[in-house]
């Protein structure tokens, strides 16, 4: 039975590059069912999980994370950091009771349009994570630096030397799934 990806996009925008770096991910990974999750939840309120409970989006974030092998995170770099969108999704999935990410097989990532490809957003991303406790898929930090160049029509990357990097990124994720079975 093929692994079951979760990719979560630290940025909204359909066309990001983030979003064609997860997608590009999941294909190199080989035979899999990836999905995207739909991050666009409601800036996180307490008075608002008060009166309400937890949000529908943050309940079905919560059980695709919960269902899924592993997960892939990509988030751009917004000020030396990640982006609000990321923050905030990892802020409600903090506020369920089930606590899905724990041992979770994950692959970080970046893309963006700098040099360095948004690699200080995976630090603080890293340091985020701590308390979620996911198993970090050990490989090269992968940042794909002026990312609006770097993919063909058909969303596929260009450089042999960042597919190589992402294939042997993925290739450590699915040893780390395997394991886990």
């Not at 988030?75 to 724990?102: C, F, Q």
């Not at 970080?108 to 308390?131: D, E, F, I, N, Y």
Request: charged share 20%; with cysteine; proline share 4%.
């Amino acid at each position: 039975m093929p692994h079951k990806l979760l990719g979560l996009s630290g940025a909204l925008r359909s066309g990001s590059t983030n979003r064609l770096l997860l997608r590009e991910a999941a294909r190199l990974y080989g035979a899999a069912d990836y999905v995207e999750a739909d991050l666009n939840l409601p800036l996180y309120d307490g008075d608002l999980e008060s009166e309400s409970g937890l949000p529908e989006g943050v309940n079905t974030l919560v059980a695709q994370i919960a269902e899924a092998d592993a997960l892939l995170i990509s988030t751009p770099e917004y000020n030396a950091g990640v982006t609000g969108v990321l923050k905030n999704a990892l802020d409600w999935i903090s506020r369920h009771s089930e606590k899905p990410m724990v041992g979770k097989p994950t692959a970080l990532m970046s893309a963006a349009a700098g040099r360095a490809g948004g690699v200080r957003a995976q630090t603080m991303l890293r340091s985020c994570l701590v308390a979620f406790r996911p198993r970090i898929a050990l490989g090269s930090e992968f940042g794909l630096a002026n990312s609006s160049n770097e993919f063909d029509a058909d969303g596929r990357l260009t450089s042999e030397h960042y597919t190589a990097s992402l294939t042997a990124l993925m290739e450590a994720l699915k040893d780390d799934v395997g394991r886990g079975q």
